[in-house]
């Protein structure tokens, strides 16, 4: 099961929270001179860690919504070549042009258009291994490239007419287009979820007016009130992002 990173930011502000209603408890003898430590600071500050956090989380789960999106999309390219060059031998096209596109599916499958030579003590190195290149070529920006390929080299084919809409030039360019569209959704997305965390994290975790810091020196103003005020704050933990 996957760690959810936003689990100790959460637990973080979960604390503060309870450290807050504690030292409400406390009462009037809860004064300090450090304005930071306020009653009225600290809940500010708790807002404004939630509202980060909230911020956070909405950002993670459009990304979250946009890559699977996008891996549907994927998903897609496989199938959609094969029936394009299906397409393509029945058009009665020279057999070069349909060698030149299997070429390109092999690619999007990831597969070779030669199988790998087995290894041969005599004319491979004296280690007894062949160097093999991988031809996996199946990122998402490598994946595009050669769907654009494929329009390409169908675009100068004039055998190629099919009647399936959905495999006509123009369609297979709004499909392509769509795919593109999804990618710079997902890294939009992306950008947007850095920036919510970095905010977050500013807030959380600043070295001086974080709220990691401020519950430390919550927890040291408390032991100036007396032993029982300082137990009622003490044990409640808060972690620092470089131990998360």
């Not at 979960?14 to 009653?39: M, V, W």
């Not at 394009?84 to 990831?110: E, Q, T, Y």
């Not at 004319?123 to 595009?144: A, E, I, L, T, Y």
Request: aromatic share 4%; hydrophobic share 40%.
């Amino acid at each position: 099961m996957k760690k959810n990173p936003e689990t100790g930011n959460e637990v973080n502000i979960s604390n503060f929270d309870e450290l807050h209603k504690r030292c409400q408890a406390i009462g009037i003898t809860y004064k300090p001179s450090n304005e930071s430590i306020t009653l009225p600071a600290l809940a500010k500050l708790l807002a404004d860690a939630q509202q980060a956090q909230n911020a956070v989380n909405l950002a993670l789960s459009d990304l979250q919504k946009k890559s699977k999106a996008r891996s549907a999309a994927l998903r897609s390219i496989k199938p959609m070549a094969t029936r394009v060059i299906n397409a393509l031998i029945c058009s009665n096209c020279l057999p070069g042009l349909v060698d030149n596109m299997r070429s390109i599916l092999h690619k999007i499958r990831g597969t070779r258009v030669n199988p790998i030579i087995k290894l041969d003590p005599v004319v491979d190195d004296p280690n007894g291994k062949r160097k093999n290149h991988s031809v996996s070529q199946q990122s998402f920006v490598m994946m595009m490239s050669h769907v654009g390929k494929m329009i390409s080299l169908l675009t100068v084919i004039a055998e190629y007419h099919p009647n399936e809409e959905d495999l006509q030039i123009n369609a297979l360019m709004a499909w392509a287009a769509d795919l593109e569209a999804k990618d710079d959704a997902v890294i939009g997305s992306d950008i947007g979820l850095d920036s919510a965390r970095t905010l977050r994290d500013i807030i959380l975790y600043h070295p001086k007016n974080g709220l990691v810091k401020r519950a430390a020196i919550v927890k040291a103003y408390a032991k100036t009130i007396g032993e029982m005020e300082y137990r009622s704050v003490s044990s409640i933990p808060f972690r620092n992002k470089d131990t998360d």
